[in-house]
């Protein structure tokens, strides 16, 4: 499928350090940045706003955006149609194993409680820094932030999860916060959240570097997130500066913030960005746009000291936002946790030195995956890797012609999570409560939900949506082609509708059943 190609107009702000011109990229693997962000729709970000308006899409009112829209999209290449699960340990888990949940076992997000216990990543998982660190090029490799991958069962028997079994095996550093942060929105700051959140240190990141003093690794710290230097957003960006000017090169960072995760609040510490906020605004919209502002701060300091000629800079969504941060003509209940577009539609940005002068800042409508940055990264890295589900993204960021590439959009939510067998099945005995589906192709984009009621049947429904190009089009998934009372499906529609359902039984098969 070929990539549309539009410029990206660079917003005129004075900027306080120019990043420097890159040079030819290197022939050798050069270091890669992987950002994650949390709870993003793309609309919410500036460049993003103006492929909307270009399209005729109605506006999600973003936020104040500056250095995403110069030191990324303005740099690099902005992915308009990206998708990822609709929650964020599903999709974490993607990016890091290359396989779609229903291969690797991570349907639902892993929760934090042992009264709601739910496995998470297998230890036996191949996960990306750990290829990336046997490969030819050695990577030095590190995480800092949110993890969410590991449970309850598995933390008591290895507290350091994220380095793998044995230690190394995936990350050979982390620090950050093991789930996500407190979710009483109204709670005192004292009490929980984003104000005072524990840090788990599984290793020292900067040599001699003591957090914990005498204490064995791992170890926790509580911050003061009233602080501006123990604000998450602000912690994250901090440990990831550390490690770019120490870390021995090349090097592969996964730096995994919590913003702009719930609890929503207004970020009124004085960080760079957050002067924009309406503050006497106590709407979620509006503070889920003020902590957003201050996650665009906080990644203008890492992407301004990065070396732009030999480092890749990635940046992806974990899921759609928080349904109630959305604002009219979207509906809310089409947000986060859902498969219409609201749930499954990422911002993905890419800046590398592979991407040629005249592709910089520019969209490309190239299907793209999370689950493709596991494949693009090894690419990167000098690793050839054969995988069932992730495509490299090296030759869309390399030509505007690129072909060959991903014909459909794929998303998916299950529960519960599993351990695949050891030839990397569902296990024997294995029964699902619900499987959410979500494949666009072909013009069209067919929903499906799979569940067991409670005496054992199976109860299916799907739902089916044109996919819109233009300004009279139905951007907000309102027109069920299927819903009760609708109009035969024209001759097109039908057709379409046989394919995808053939599709998803083929290649994505419901595992409730």
Sequence with gaps: MGARLTFLALLAFPLACTPREPEPARAQPGNVVLIVVDDVSPGLIGAYEREYARLGRPSLGPAATPEIDALLAARGVLFTRAWANP??????????????????????????????????????????PGLLARSPARYATAAVGKWHLSGVDELARNPLAPLGEPPGRWFQRYAGSLYNLGEDREAAPEDGGYWRWEKTHATELVAGERPCGDQLWPCVTLEDGRTPQGYPTVDTTDDALALASTLPEPWFLY??????????????????????????????????????????????????????SDTTVILVGDNGMAQRAFRPPYLRHHGKGTMFSGGVEVPLLVRSPRIPERLRGTASDANALAVDLFATVAE?????????????????????????????LYSERFQPNFVPAADGTVPPGFVGRFHDQSLASGGYKLIRETARAEDGSVLRQEQLFRLPEGPDDDWTERDNLLAPGAAPLAPEAALALAGLRARLDAAYPALVR
């Design 87 to 128: 929650k964020c340990t599903p999709t974490r888990a993607q990016i890091l194993t290359g396989m779609h949940g229903l291969r690797s076992g991570i349907g639902q997000v892993v929760m934090a409680t042992a009264e709601e216990r739910t496995s998470g990543l297998a230890p036996s998982h191949e996960l990306l």
């Design 255 to 308: 730096v995994a913030y919590n913003a702009i995760h719930e609890p929503l609040h207004h970020v009124t510490l004085d960080l760079p960005g957050t002067g924009g906020c309406d503050h006497s605004d106590p709407s979620d919209a509006a503070m889920a746009r003020c902590m957003m502002a201050a996650l665009d701060g906080q990644l203008g300091r890492l992407l301004r000291a990065l070396d732009e």
């Design 380 to 408: 990167l890295g000098g690793v050839s890797v054969s995988s069932h589900d992730s495509r490299s993204l090296v030759p869309e960021l390399a030509s505007a012609s690129a072909d060959g590439g991903r014909g459909e």
